[in-house]
């Protein structure tokens, strides 16, 4: 059973333009939710992250929303890069759910065309 | 130098032998994770491990096992190995304390080929 869901495989945008990276979960213990990137043959790197009792989070041109109501949450990139062509997971923790355990989502393939 | 270094990065072996694959850490973090990434099926969690006494299976344990030899190392073993077994390996680490803010560091990743 899926705790984390991303459900887009992959997605294209044109460099430029607003890339919205979507994530649902189920486990209303969750209480912090994070984004990694992965470039082929390296491992994930650490993107940015929310916590549950915000909304927003802002980090340059990378923003987190989250909706505690619907249980999801969403990664804008604007304006986006072909540098930013990668795989994004979404991952989940938090102290009720297994004490800052991850639960990673099957990731989405970026692809940025220039 | 890498935070989470594995080795080794790339492995070719044959159906049936032994391979141990090898992570060290200079984060000072207390917790240790191997992950298996196959396409489409995301990241996978093998075993992880809270302390040095602390060992824990994850989703697919079945045909591996871990050691963890100190704080810093945790390698990951495959008893006889399956061509299902091909995979990417990533190792991980993360602090107790603030690994809900920032999550794990992983490591490059070890390629593995079972012919």
């Known amino acids: 059973d899926q705790q984390v869901k991303q459900n887009s495989p992959s997605l294209s945008v044109q460099e430029g333009r607003i890339s919205i990276l979507n994530c649902d979960y189920t486990n209303s213990m969750f209480d912090y939710f994070l984004w990694y990137k992965k470039y082929p043959a390296e491992g994930p790197t650490f993107l940015i992250s929310i916590s549950s009792i915000k909304d927003k989070n802002e980090d340059g041109r990378f923003t987190v929303f989250l909706n505690k109501s619907a249980k999801h949450l969403s990664l804008h990139i604007v304006p986006s890069q072909p540098g930013d062509s990668a795989v994004y997971f979404c991952?989940?923790?938090?102290?009720?759910?297994?004490?800052?355990?991850?639960?990673f989502g099957k990731g989405t393939k970026l692809s940025v065309i220039p | 130098d890498a935070d989470v270094t594995q080795t080794p990065r790339n492995r070719i072996t044959k159906t049936g032998k032994r391979i141990m694959l090898e992570c060290s850490q200079t984060?000072?973090?207390?917790?240790m994770y191997w992950y298996r990434q196959d396409p489409g099926l995301g990241l996978r969690l093998i075993y992880y491990?809270?302390?040095?006494?602390?060992?824990n299976k994850g989703e697919i344990s079945d045909g591996y096992s871990v050691s963890r030899q100190a704080q810093a190392k945790f390698s990951l073993s495959l008893e006889s190995a399956i061509p299902n077994q091909t995979a990417l390996y990533f190792c991980?680490?993360?602090?107790?304390?603030?690994?809900?803010?920032?999550?794990?560091?992983f490591g490059s990743g070890t390629r593995l080929t079972v012919v």
């Open positions: 991952a989940a923790s938090g102290a009720g759910a297994g004490s800052y355990q991850l639960t």
């Open positions: 984060k000072g973090h207390d917790r």
């Open positions: 991980a680490t993360s602090d107790s304390r603030t690994g809900g803010v920032y999550g794990y560091t």
């Open positions: 491990s809270f302390d040095v006494k602390d060992i």
